[in-house]
Nanobody
Framework: VHMVESGGGLVQTGESLKLSCADS??????????MGWFRQAPGKEREFVAG????????RYADFAQGRFTISKDNVKNMMYLEMKTLKPTDTAVYYC??????????????????WGQGIQVTVSS
């Protein structure tokens, strides 16, 4: 399952951004699996940001994203989104969307069929 991220850019502290993630052709598979956002800041390991169940009904967030970020999944358009508000310089990173194994009680795990795309850069200036 290959995804393409878009919507990143340079913003100032406190501003908002909405990232989009498009399914490049898996179609039915996208609608049947959970999806997640991960990010990697310079010099740091990639980390979980948010996950959504296959239906879009359930979500889970990393502590730093809770209350500021909103993940959503549209199984009609085969799209996933990450709406980010009150951005901080510490949110600066390359953001990736991938299929995941979604869990309610712990962070999502990258799906066996996932392939990492190029990601999308988000830069928050102070």
């Amino acid at each position: 399952v290959h995804m393409v991220e878009s919507g990143g850019g340079l913003v100032q502290t406190g501003e908002s951004l909405k990232l989009s993630c498009a399914d490049s052709g898996s179609g039915r598979t996208f609608r049947e699996i959970g999806m997640g956002w991960f990010r990697q800041a310079p010099g740091k390991e990639r980390e979980f940001v948010a996950g959504v169940s296959w239906s879009g009904d359930d979500t889970r967030y990393a502590d730093f994203a809770q209350g500021r970020f909103t993940i959503s999944k549209d199984n009609v358009k085969n799209m996933m989104y990450l709406e980010m508000k009150t951005l901080k310089p510490t949110d600066t990173a390359v953001y990736y969307c991938v299929p995941v194994y979604f869990y309610l009680d712990h962070d999502a795990e990258v799906h066996d069929q996932a392939s990492w795309g190029q990601g999308i850069q988000v830069t928050v200036s102070s």
